[in-house]
């Protein structure tokens, strides 16, 4: 793909992306603004858009948040690859309220997960003492 092809596309192109790229065009597609994102997760305008510009990028637990509240896959976001732009697209099409929703189900299922996992743990090292 030639720069003129990429010129010509879109600014967004699933090829060339980046972690800015991708995240800001899960943000468009859930139809947030920047100012709403960073509300959303507690940080300032200024770092939405350092990380959209690729200045700097969030710690593991920001980008599981913005995956949750986006509803793409912390590794689509990361990487590019997995659940990502197809549910961007999915997103686009919800009542805001639903995708929210959705977003704070997916955080939730991602701390009980998380939980499950500790308690597992915990249970193992007591069965070892007995």
Not at 26 to 33: I, Y
Not at 66 to 80: D, E, K, P, Q
């Amino acid at each position: 793909m030639s720069l003129n092809d990429l010129e010509q596309n879109d600014y967004y192109n699933e090829d060339v992306a980046t972690f800015g790229d991708r995240l800001e065009a899960a943000r468009d597609a859930k139809g947030l603004t920047i100012k709403g994102m960073a509300e959303k997760i507690g940080v300032s305008v200024r770092t939405i858009k350092a990380w959209e510009n690729d200045r700097s990028v969030p710690r593991g637990n920001r980008v599981q948040m913005l995956a949750g509240m986006l509803n793409v896959s912390m590794v689509w976001l990361i990487s590019g690859t997995g659940n990502g732009t197809s549910n961007v697209a999915e997103t686009h099409d919800r009542p805001i309220g639903v995708n929210d929703a959705l977003g704070e189900i997916a955080q939730l299922k991602s701390t009980l997960s998380d939980a499950v996992a500790k308690l597992e743990a915990l249970e193992d090292r007591l069965l070892k003492v007995v």
